[in-house]
């Protein structure tokens, strides 16, 4: 079955520097990626998704994300950091349509 | 603007009880998906339903049940809760599957004693 790892259970950086947050998947057939984000005390919210297409993906609030087969790679990334994108962030894979998995989650801390 | 809404938001069983979580949307989405989050996991789909009268086993279906009552309302039940369910568990809904934008309540925080 298809499974995603997060590297790094919180990530912090201080406002304005560069937002990496690392994802790698196992799949037996071509994935489709996600990203969720979680704020507290609320349900996650769809930041970007990956299916067929045009490797670099955008999303909301400035992230991005690149797919990349030979590395089974979707790491999010955002050039800026806002204090407001402090969260947690969740990468998934979905092999078929009604099965997504979800890695551990990524906590980000944004300093001043 | 409800989106999908989740009661109760707390609840606390005793072992061996049993309750039912509730579930609706009003954007008459086909799908509907009840997963559980705990620390270090991420979230787990429990059952999902592509439709209305469908339902089908996720990840961690053992101690749980599931109705499609109709498109908008997807109820979890748990018939003799254990304390490894506590959890908090969230039900969200699409158009047509994951590869459509998921909408996420705002979760019900479990604690079974």
């Known amino acids: ?112 | 603007n409800a989106g999908v809404t989740q009661t109760p938001k707390f609840q606390v069983l005793k072992t061996g009880q049993s309750m039912t979580l509730q579930c609706a949307q009003d954007m008459n989405h086909n799908s509907m998906y009840w997963y559980r989050q705990d620390p270090g996991m991420g979230l787990r789909l429990i059952y999902y339903s592509a439709s209305e009268g469908t339902t089908d086993k996720g990840e961690v279906p053992n101690g749980y049940n599931v109705s499609r009552l109709n498109k908008r309302e997807f109820s979890l039940r748990l018939e003799s809760a254990a304390p490894s369910q506590t959890s908090v568990y969230f039900c969200a809904s699409s158009e047509g599957g994951v590869l459509m934008k998921a909408f996420f309540g705002q979760g019900t925080r479990l604690t079974v004693v």
């Not at chain 1, 790698?24 to 994935?31: D, G, K, L, Q």
């Open chain 1, 1 to 112: 079955a298809q499974s995603v790892t997060q590297l790094g259970s919180h990530v912090s950086v201080s406002e304005g520097a560069l937002v990496l947050l690392r994802c790698n998947y196992s799949s037996s057939v071509p994935p489709y990626l996600f990203w969720y984000v979680q704020y507290p005390n609320q349900g996650l919210q769809l930041l970007l998704k990956y299916t067929t297409g045009a490797t670099l993906v955008k999303g909301i609030n400035g992230f991005e994300a690149e797919f990349k087969k030979s590395e089974t790679s979707f790491h999010l990334t955002k050039p800026s950091a806002h204090m407001s994108d402090a969260a947690e962030y969740f990468c998934a894979v979905s092999e078929r349509n009604n099965d997504m998995r979800f890695g551990a989650g990524t906590r980000l801390t944004v300093k001043p």
